[in-house]
């Protein structure tokens, strides 16, 4: 069964990879967070207390455990759960989180391979995030179609750009299991400042729209204005 955070990374990622260009937060993702926004600090503490031990108890069924040294699971996702319930006025995440799992003979090399493909997966979700962001602007008639359209097609075809322009991420989870044959299984959780994701996406599609040409920097200024 998947945990209320894989159902949310699945279907933001689903949107990003098949359909990147049209990418949007749905109804039901707005008005969860919408509806998080209004909790109080201790609501939304219990509840991402309540969702990590549902995980924790389901991840040790299934012979997760964490490497010597590591915080107990239930304060990893704890605090995972704690950083993925926030949320700013414009019902903008302050964390993207981006998750995956990885097999190798030994520990590091499933590690570093997992850490990878999470980056990975944290690319695809900004992508969603910043294109819900130029979609919303058309919407509102702040931007032209066109423009738009040119603006979301830079995005869908700069997400290998924006996981290798990636700061340091945040390790939120970092679990393992060992297989039948001994290999390691490795699963990790990062997250990412919403803003520096922003930062970043913005200086990438800045640069891509120079080189094709499209004078486009004043609309993409306003779009993602919060950054500078």
Same mark, same amino acid.
Request: positive net charge; charged residues 25%.
């Given at each position: ?138 919407? #509102? ?6 423009? %738009?359209? &040119?603006? *979301?097609?830079? @995005?869908?075809?700069? =997400?290998?750009? $924006? ?19 001994? #290999? ?6 990062? %997250?990412? &400042?919403? *803003?520096?994701? @922003?930062?970043?996406? =913005?200086?990438? $599609? ?23």
């Amino acid at each position: 069964m998947k945990t209320e955070l894989q159902k949310i990374l699945f279907a933001t990622l689903l949107i990003g990879f098949i359909f990147p260009a049209q990418a949007q937060l749905t109804k039901e993702q707005l008005k969860e967070r919408k509806e998080m926004a209004k909790m109080t600090k201790s609501e939304l503490n219990s509840r991402s207390s309540k969702a990590a031990r549902k995980e924790a108890k389901r991840l040790k069924k299934e012979g997760w455990q964490v490497a010597p040294g590591a915080l107990p699971l239930d304060k990893q996702l704890d605090r995972s759960y704690n950083m993925q319930y926030e949320f700013d006025e414009n019902q903008m995440p302050k964390y993207i989180m981006g998750e995956a799992m990885s097999i190798a003979e030994n520990y590091d090399a499933a590690k570093t391979q997992a850490m990878e493909l999470a980056k990975q997966n944290l690319a695809g979700q900004i992508q969603t995030e910043v294109t819900a962001l130029v979609e919303n602007t058309v919407a #509102n008639q702040q931007l032209a179609a066109e423009q %738009a359209a &040119s603006i *979301t097609k830079t @995005i869908s075809a700069s =997400k290998n750009l $924006i996981s290798q322009s990636l700061g340091r991420t945040i390790p939120v989870v970092e679990v393992y299991r060992v297989k039948n044959n001994k #290999n390691k299984e490795v699963m990790v959780r990062i %997250a990412y &400042s919403t *803003t520096a994701a @922003i930062q970043t996406t =913005k200086k990438i $599609i800045r640069e891509e729209l120079e080189k094709k040409g499209e004078d486009l920097h004043e609309q993409l200024d306003n779009l993602l204005g919060i950054c500078n």
